[in-house]
């Protein structure tokens, strides 16, 4: 099936290699969704984050010890995102290392503690869609945006540790196998993200406080929301370190303290750009659908490598922003109460002549190209009649060609796997 051009070049870029940051400082990059670090010191070795998957974690443990077979003294989780977490019963195997976390370490199923019931069934399937689980590679699936396609599933999200020692909001400076660290909270994707500086190397892991995309400010999985003004003062935060070496969670190590500057400056431009302009356009009475549809980033941000809409994208994120911080009613009263989707569906076919006068139109809009406007139109049809097949199996069609335009791999997965839901091929 087509893919976008500019997708079709992760494949090579994601691919696995251990790469060398330092003397004693190594990444396991492309072999899962996330990296995985480890810092050899005197006595044991030190893993920073763990993969998503027990498969993955044993690829990269069997590399790291093609260099060291000193035993595993100690993790440490930079956030409690399960792509960073599922592989630590591999890492810990035969050894009982200390694991360290933010006090704030929390289960990432809806990225909140609860001790309520969440919709835990709507998330798991929207989890799958978001991430392309059952897609084919290489045709469907290339790659999540921010990490490889062609990687292990065995034992996805199975090897997870809770830690045993939890790191407060001050933080700490440790000697870990001769190794001096400094663990420092510093809240971004998620707030109980934590980072690790090893000043002697000049080394700063970042966590996904920053990666190559436009950050993901909203999961379509569903998440709560991901606070934009503290994400941005974080990465002033991690300016500060001056690093020669940033160690993101998902994509490629910086080994420039230039180039990192610069980078960080970007990504904090562009956060905070897209929470100002939705800030000002709510202040200005638009709705929520308008500012979806009108913040883009600036020319000299969008063209940029680190922030192209691999993962991330700005829309979702002016929808989050409104809705995070002023809830889901967007001003307009209309909006105040609305009809049910079977009567609207039911009106707007009678206005525009009946249901083969839109059907009429959804065809135009698919031979066309306009695969938004073609959604948006015969969804009504299902709305109508959720058993009118032929519509099922028509917006099954258009959602694998949208999908094909995407550059953003999140929203080509949704459609993709929502195309074979629909079509009962998974």
Sequence with gaps: ???????????????????????????????????AYMIVGDDGVIIIDTTESTGAAENVLAEFRKITNLPVHTIIYTHSHRDHVSGASVFAKDHNPDILASEKFSDDFLAVASDHPLPTQAMQARTKRQFGIGLKYPDEFIGIGVGPGDRPMQGLGAGS???TRRIGEDGEHLTLCGVELQLVMAPGETPDHMVIWYPEKNVLFCGDNFYRSFPNLYAIRGTVYRDFDTWADTLDLLMQFNAQILAPGHTKAITNADEIKSLLTDYREAIRHVTEQTRKGMDAGMTIDQLANSVTLPDDLAKKPHLREYYGRVDWSVRAYCVGTMGWFDGNPTSLGTLAPDEEAKRFIELVGGVDALMAAVEKAHSDGEYQWALQLIDRLIYLDSSNTQAIHLKADILREYAGEQINCPARHYYLRSSKEMKSEI
């Design 161 to 163: 540790l809770p830690p």
């Design 1 to 35: 099936m087509r893919t976008h051009p500019e997708l079709q070049a992760h494949p090579d870029y994601f691919r696995k290699s251990v790469v060398q940051l330092a003397d004693n400082v190594y990444q396991a990059f492309g072999f899962a969704a996330s990296n």
